[in-house]
């Protein structure tokens, strides 16, 4: 069964430092996102792309971040200058229609 | 607006038991509702989800209650299973970006 793959599954940085998260999406599929979740808080919606366009973004995509579809199958998310409250679960999904498939996540710990 | 609110918090049933999480909505602009599943270090799996025009749907042992206008839906889950001890997301979808706003999760055990 197709699934979204992210890597890496953890990655510790510091802060002020860049990060890029990369997340391989389902082949067929058209519609990509990234949403976070902070430790034992809900899953909160940053952005989705369609089209090599962001479609919507939430008010925490703000200039830090930024998205990108490199090639024909990788979707990542960068964070320019990581602050300490960026520190969480990020999870891309993808979508060819309403069903939204989400990733294993990447943990990100900033020190 | 925005928000889904979801309860309870948390939920402790015994085996073979039918936990019922429920959530409610304002945005009427609303128009697609998933469940997610998600254990500990996972990502959310998607369990089952409704559209506004029915308002029940099944799918094994789990079913959603939909009530269009109260604003309200909920899940079953039918003989509960210690394997199902995870936590549950309701969201809800708004067309545009396809953004989903997730409820705050409901942590279920499952007892035997």
Same mark, same amino acid.
């Given at each position: ?29 058209? +519609? ?55 520190? @969480?679960? +990020?999870?891309?999904?993808? &979508? ?16 | ?5 979801? &309860? ?12 019922? /999480?429920?959530?409610? +909505?304002?945005?009427? @602009? ?10 500990? =270090? ?5 369990? /089952?989800? /409704? ?36 936590? +549950? ?15 705050? =999760? ?7």
């Amino acid at each position: 069964e197709p699934e979204v793959t992210q890597t890496p599954s953890h990655q510790v940085t510091q802060m002020g430092q860049e990060v890029i998260l990369r997340c391989v999406p389902i082949s067929n599929h058209l +519609y990509f996102y990234w949403y976070r979740q902070i430790l034992g808080q809900k899953v909160e919606f940053l952005v989705s792309f369609y089209n090599n366009e962001i479609s919507e973004k939430s008010e925490i995509f703000d200039d830090q971040f930024s998205v990108e579809r490199p090639d024909g199958s990788n979707f990542t998310l960068k964070i320019r200058s990581t602050k300490l409250e960026d520190s @969480a679960m +990020y999870f891309c999904a993808s &979508s060819g229609g309403y069903e939204q498939y989400f990733g294993p996540g990447t943990r990100l710990t900033v020190t | 607006q925005q928000q889904v609110k979801q &309860s309870p918090q948390s939920l402790i049933v015994q085996k073979g038991g039918i936990p019922i /999480i429920n959530c409610a +909505y304002e945005n009427t @602009a609303f128009d697609y509702f998933p469940w997610y599943q998600q254990f500990p =270090g996972k990502g959310p799996a998607l369990l /089952i989800a /409704i559209r506004p025009d029915v308002s029940e749907k099944k799918e094994g042992r789990f079913t959603i209650s939909f009530n269009k206008s109260a604003k309200q839906f909920s899940l079953h889950i039918m003989d509960s299973q210690p394997g199902d001890s995870a936590t +549950y997301f309701c969201a809800a979808r708004t067309g545009g970006g396809n953004k989903l706003t997730f409820g705050t =999760g409901t942590q279920l055990k499952v007892e035997l």
